[in-house]
């Protein structure tokens, strides 16, 4: 599934690069943050601990293959990944991000999103990127819809988190033969 090989892409002011141990105490410093933790799901916990931290660097979280740390000031501040499908779901892969809080609000997100795709769609055959986005998380729609995704639709009380249930809103861009079909 992750045979393509290993993207780095370097932006306007950014790094999108592989997690190292290194990054460790960047990584507790910015996700041990409520309000990144609000529009994520459980795998991304909170209060976010030392052993959470080494557990995700470990690649006990997520597949590190697909998982970038986006550094910028020469230093992690985030992480973007891609989860990749295969058999009839091949083509497609959902994307998700998240950024230290004192860097919001600048556009770094939207500048990100879109070099990523760029290099990430033809790196692994992509044609379509799909994105979940929990209600009441307007600027991940706008990072969305900035690099071209379309809302197609609301998974109705789609997570349970912190006890309540949520609507998941569902966005994808297509590429390629999806998109011309
Ligand atoms: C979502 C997130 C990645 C956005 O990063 P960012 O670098 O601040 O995003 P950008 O600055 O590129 O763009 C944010 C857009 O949302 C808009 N926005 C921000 N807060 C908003 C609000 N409350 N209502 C409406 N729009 C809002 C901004 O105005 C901007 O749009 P514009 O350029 O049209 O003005 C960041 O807030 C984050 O990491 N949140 C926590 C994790 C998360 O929710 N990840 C996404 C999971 S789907």
Known sequence: MSAAPRLRVQGDGF??????????EALLEHADDAAVVRGLGERFPHPYTRA??????????VDLATAW????EGRACGGLGLLLQGGERAHAARLGYWLGRRHWGRGHMTRIVGAFLQ???????????EAFVLEGNPASARVLEKNGFRHEGTCRAGIRKGGR??????YARLWGGAAGR
Not at 52 to 61: C, I, M
Request: with cysteine; hydrophobic share 55%.
């Open 15 to 24: 790094l999108l690069r592989p997690w190292c141990a290194d990054d460790l």
């Open 52 to 61: 959470d931290g080494e557990a995700f660097l470990a690649g006990r979280v």
């Open 69 to 72: 740390a986006i550094e910028l």
């Open 119 to 129: 290099a990430a769609v033809p790196a692994y055959g992509l044609q379509r990127v």
């Open 165 to 170: 249930f949520h609507d998941l809103h569902w």
